[in-house]
């Protein structure tokens, strides 16, 4: 029994020129974990929406073919009578969460359903025990952090027991160790409540593994449906970008792609294939070593034993101590809250250290999480000069006369960067510090990114939670915990050991080599396998 | 200045309570007006402020609303022209004319002040020590919408200074010259605009627009509480006194013609009353945490 259906669904947004999805059948059935692949702009946001009942009533534009929810029609019913079918969960959790507290929140849904306070009271109460939340049920939600955000709303989603849960991008703001407990989190549900669940996720490594069934997209329409094997292997042939880092693995070495770590461990080892990390030990200690810490005068950026204590509050920074050398790339990484927003913030001048000091050979510029809050001119060239345009690839003369709000997700985050790297004449920028640019960003879009910053003069800090752009950019990882530096050292020396803070690569292969990125992963396999021949 | 969960009586009490707790607090600074008695308000707002553990922020409302009473005091001192005891001749101002200010005129100029800036802290009180979600389930059952539109506007405040700040933070990372405020309007308001559209979404996917009035059927009475009851009782008795004394003229006060604000036991006891009736549910701290 399938509880979304869509038939030959085409739906156009007010003034737009092309249809957001074109003639889209699918059809999803009870207690299926599916997940939506495809780049930025592919459709899968409008697809949920057009689940939800957003499309066509919220939105407007033209719609036509048949959406089914749980039996009914969304073109006759309107989202609030299909929120008793479906539970929603965008990607933002500032603007889901409406009510003060979590308990609030929670019931919000069921009371405008007019459901009793008793029965609302225990879905409530079931709702929090199973989300892991019920601590947090008398708390206000302006003092939540995003990943509990985001846990209260998949709460409120799931408190009216709906037949049908749509995910938009739920793990993009949240650190790898949040992202994937919620993921865990979802498979358990989805077990437990027997509620169908579709997620739209650029991070496929992240649920693949857990999914029965994959659904990729692009330009509106759905180009592979399938296992998420044959999904995978799909897309090593016909759509790189969609492919994880593991199954480019295994597709490098001639295997057929699995989803999920273990999986592809399995399949590796059954062959003879999986390298032994501890005979990588010698290997990774051959290494050529870091330099020697740099002195603060060499350096493009110093900090020296700074300290940011809160008045009346914690310290989120505690005597971290930092040299970036000039033109070196540095990817600062940790989970949410270990201080690597207010570092850079520090290291830009927005905030001054409690104690300690900040020192720069030049200019330093930042760009803050929300690309959207650089911008304010009517058209694209009046954001940044030509130069700065060309830098970040947007010297296209057609861009320029485009409305600065009315640009990509991807060109954007460029734009913005254009802006502040755009220095008055005269001013040389030392370092690049960007905070959390990846994301909601599509592969495509971070290899670009990753690319731009390997050409830029300047150092470069980025704050990431993303794993996999760190190895294609970075140089150095510096790992912070607490609000202090707890680890320092090369990408291989810090990715490949661990867990959450590790690629699906370095994950799969055990940290042998240092292996990171699957191209590393293959010419590792491949050598010891040459050697072993030999 | 947001509502936040604290262990203290106030915070425990059902929401009803606490709203009467203010209103009845606020009627009293419009009632009274005797400095007797409106001081012994202040001093039980004040009281309340320390009893809820939200003294810092009516400190911070208290400071806030200080220029709106020294303003309110020096136009009342200018513009009444009452009052016989003359402590300054200004003589001809432009708009105000022949201007004599008066003692009279000058106290009851700062009657009003003070009165005007006990009621931003009753206001104030209202907003750190009462469940807004407990508020709007008491309208519910009046107007559902409305009542929600007024909560998640009230939700609202946070996240759009969260989003200023990061506007801010944002504009002193541009180099050069800063935009011009009109540009930063426009650009606030866009983002403004995105905001409300995403929590419109969000509402409208959780069922507002079809939303119905709760189901009566197995509601759960919930007990009154020793804290509901007390400041039930207290904000009952605080009415009653303010009422009382005005309408018994215990506390009298008259500044014109000239000054008449005797001190006697009567007013010194209704004073006392006040700030007991006030303070007193503040005394039992028995399940104050939840």
């Given at each position: 029994m399938s509880v979304l259906s869509l038939e030959d669904v085409t739906y156009s947004y007010p003034c737009a020129a092309v249809p957001a999805i074109s003639e889209v059948t699918l059809e999803i059935g009870a207690?299926?974990?599916?997940?939506?692949?495809?780049?930025?702009?592919?459709?899968?946001?409008?697809?949920?929406?057009?689940?939800?009942?957003?499309?066509?009533?919220?939105?407007?534009?033209?719609?036509?073919?048949?959406?089914?929810?749980?039996?009914?029609?969304?073109?006759?019913?309107?989202?609030?009578?299909?929120?008793v079918a479906v539970g929603s969960l965008f990607q933002d959790p500032e603007t889901q969460v409406v009510m003060s507290t979590v308990r609030a929140e929670l019931a919000l849904p069921l009371e405008n359903r007019g459901d009793a306070p008793a029965v609302v009271a225990r879905a409530v109460e079931e709702a929090a025990l199973a989300l892991g939340i019920a601590h947090l049920l008398d708390r206000p939600t302006s003092e939540l952090s995003g990943g509990e955000l985001q846990r209260v709303a998949l709460g409120a989603a799931l408190a009216g027991r709906p037949q049908l849960i749509l995910l938009d991008e739920p793990t993009s703001q949240l650190d790898p160790v949040a992202g994937d407990e919620l993921i865990a989190l979802l498979r358990r549900l989805n077990e437990d409540f027997d509620a169908a669940i579709v997620i739209a996720e650029h991070r496929l490594e992240r649920c693949l593994g857990v999914a029965d069934r994959a659904i990729a997209m692009r330009g509106g329409r759905v180009v592979c449906d399938a296992a998420p094997g044959d999904f995978l292997a799909w897309a090593c042939d016909a759509a790189p970008e969609l492919a994880t880092p593991g199954a480019r693995l295994l597709h490098g070495l001639g295997l057929a792609p699995v989803a999920g770590v273990k999986a592809a461990r399995s399949s590796l080892r059954s062959r003879g294939l999986l390298p032994d990390a501890d005979s990588y030990a010698t290997g990774a200690a051959e290494r050529p070593r870091r330099e020697p810490r740099r002195r603060a005068e060499d350096s493009a950026l110093s900090l020296d034993r700074v300290w940011h204590e809160i008045d009346r509050g914690p310290a989120i920074l505690r005597?971290?101590?930092?040299?970036?050398?000039?033109?070196?790339?540095?990817?600062?990484?940790?989970?949410?809250?270990?201080?690597?927003?207010?570092?850079?913030?520090?290291?830009?001048?927005?905030?001054?250290?409690?104690?300690?000091?900040?020192?720069?050979?030049?200019?330093?510029?930042?760009?803050?999480?929300?690309?959207?809050?650089?911008?304010?001119?009517?058209?694209?060239?009046?954001?940044?000069?030509?130069?700065?345009?060309?830098?970040?690839?947007?010297?296209?003369?057609?861009?320029?006369?485009?409305?600065?709000r009315d640009l990509s997700?991807?060109?954007?985050?460029?734009?913005?960067?254009?802006?502040?790297?755009?220095?008055?004449?005269?001013?040389?920028?030392?370092?690049?510090?960007?905070?959390?640019?990846?994301?909601?960003?599509?592969?495509?879009?971070?290899?670009?990114?990753?690319?731009?910053?390997?050409?830029?003069?300047?150092?470069?800090?980025?704050?990431?939670?993303?794993?996999?752009?760190?190895?294609?950019?970075?140089?150095?990882?510096?790992?912070?915990?607490?609000?202090?530096?707890?680890?320092?050292?090369?990408?291989?020396?810090?990715?490949?050991?661990?867990?959450y803070f590790a690629t699906e690569t370095a994950r799969i292969l055990g940290g042998a080599g240092g292996a990171l990125r699957p191209d590393e992963g293959v010419a590792l396999v491949v050598g010891a396998g040459a050697e072993v021949g030999a | 200045m947001i509502y936040r969960r604290r262990a203290s009586p106030l915070h425990a009490a059902r929401a009803a309570a606490g709203c009467a707790y203010c209103l009845a607090l606020a009627l009293a600074v419009l009632l009274l007006s005797a400095p007797v008695a409106l001081g012994a308000v202040v001093i039980a707002i004040a009281g309340a402020a320390v009893g809820a553990g939200v003294s810092r922020e009516i400190r911070r409302a208290a400071l806030f609303a200080l220029p709106l009473g020294v303003l309110v005091m020096a136009v009342n001192m200018l513009v009444a022209q009452g009052g016989l005891t003359v402590i300054a001749r200004l003589g001809n101002l432009p708009v105000f004319g022949q201007t004599d200010v008066t003692l009279e005129a000058t106290v009851y100029g700062a009657i009003l002040g003070v009165?005007?800036?006990?009621?931003?802290?009753?206001?104030?009180?209202?907003?750190?020590?009462?469940?807004?979600?407990?508020?709007?389930?008491?309208?519910?059952?009046?107007?559902?919408?409305?009542?929600?539109?007024?909560?998640?506007?009230?939700?609202?405040?946070?996240?759009?200074?969260?989003?200023?700040?990061?506007?801010?933070?944002?504009?002193?990372?541009?180099?050069?010259?800063?935009?011009?405020?009109?540009?930063?309007?426009?650009?606030?308001?866009?983002?403004?605009?995105?905001?409300?559209?995403?929590?419109?979404?969000?509402?409208?996917?959780?069922?507002?627009?079809?939303?119905?009035?709760?189901?009566?059927?197995?509601?759960?009475?919930?007990?009154?509480?020793?804290?509901?009851?007390?400041?039930?009782?207290?904000?009952?008795?605080?009415?009653?006194?303010?009422?009382?004394?005005?309408?018994?003229?215990?506390?009298?006060?008259?500044?014109?013609?000239?000054?008449?604000?005797?001190?006697?036991?009567?007013?010194?006891?209704?004073?006392?009353?006040?700030?007991?009736?006030?303070?007193?549910?503040?005394?039992?701290?028995?399940?104050?945490?939840?």
């Open positions: 207690g299926e974990l599916v997940v939506l692949a495809g780049g930025s702009g592919s459709g899968k946001s409008t697809l949920l929406r057009a689940a939800n009942g957003l499309v066509p009533h919220f939105h407007g534009g033209v719609f036509a073919g048949r959406a089914t929810v749980a039996g009914m029609d969304t073109r006759e019913h309107a989202p609030g009578a299909l929120a005597g971290v101590s930092l040299a970036v050398g000039p033109g070196e790339r540095v990817a600062l990484m940790g989970r949410n809250g270990a201080g690597k927003s207010t570092l850079l913030r520090h290291a830009a001048g927005l905030m001054k250290p409690t104690r300690g000091k900040v020192r720069s050979a030049g200019r330093v510029a930042l760009l803050l999480q929300n690309p959207t809050d650089y911008l304010v001119h009517d058209r694209v060239a009046q954001e940044a000069s030509p130069a700065a345009l060309a830098t970040v690839g947007l010297g296209d003369p057609a861009l320029s006369a485009r409305h600065p997700g991807g060109e954007k985050q460029r734009l913005a960067l254009a802006i502040v790297l755009d220095a008055p004449p005269g001013e040389e920028t030392a370092v690049v510090c960007l905070d959390e640019p990846t994301r909601g960003m599509d592969r495509g879009r971070k290899d670009e990114l990753a690319a731009l910053l390997r050409e830029l003069d300047a150092a470069v800090l980025v704050a990431t939670h993303d794993p996999e752009f760190v190895a294609a950019f970075a140089q150095r990882v510096v790992l912070l915990g607490e609000g202090a530096v707890i680890a320092d050292g090369s990408p291989a020396e810090i990715l490949a050991g661990g867990t | 009165r005007a800036i006990a009621l931003v802290l009753c206001g104030a009180l209202y907003t750190v020590a009462i469940d807004p979600d407990e508020v709007l389930g008491l309208f519910r059952r009046f107007s559902f919408h409305s009542a929600l539109t007024a909560t998640l506007a009230t939700r609202m405040v946070p996240v759009l200074a969260r989003d200023a700040r990061r506007l801010a933070e944002a504009q002193r990372c541009r180099p050069g010259p800063p935009p011009s405020r009109a540009r930063l309007m426009r650009a606030t308001t866009a983002g403004v605009l995105d905001r409300a559209l995403d929590v419109a979404a969000a509402l409208e996917v959780r069922g507002y627009g079809a939303a119905r009035r709760p189901g009566a059927s197995g509601r759960v009475r919930r007990p009154y509480s020793r804290h509901d009851l007390a400041f039930g009782a207290s904000a009952v008795a605080l009415v009653g006194l303010a009422v009382g004394a005005r309408i018994a003229g215990l506390v009298p006060f008259s500044a014109d013609p000239s000054l008449y604000a005797p001190l006697g036991a009567g007013e010194v006891g209704v004073a006392v009353a006040i700030v007991l009736c006030a303070l007193l549910p503040f005394a039992d701290r028995r399940g104050i945490e939840r």
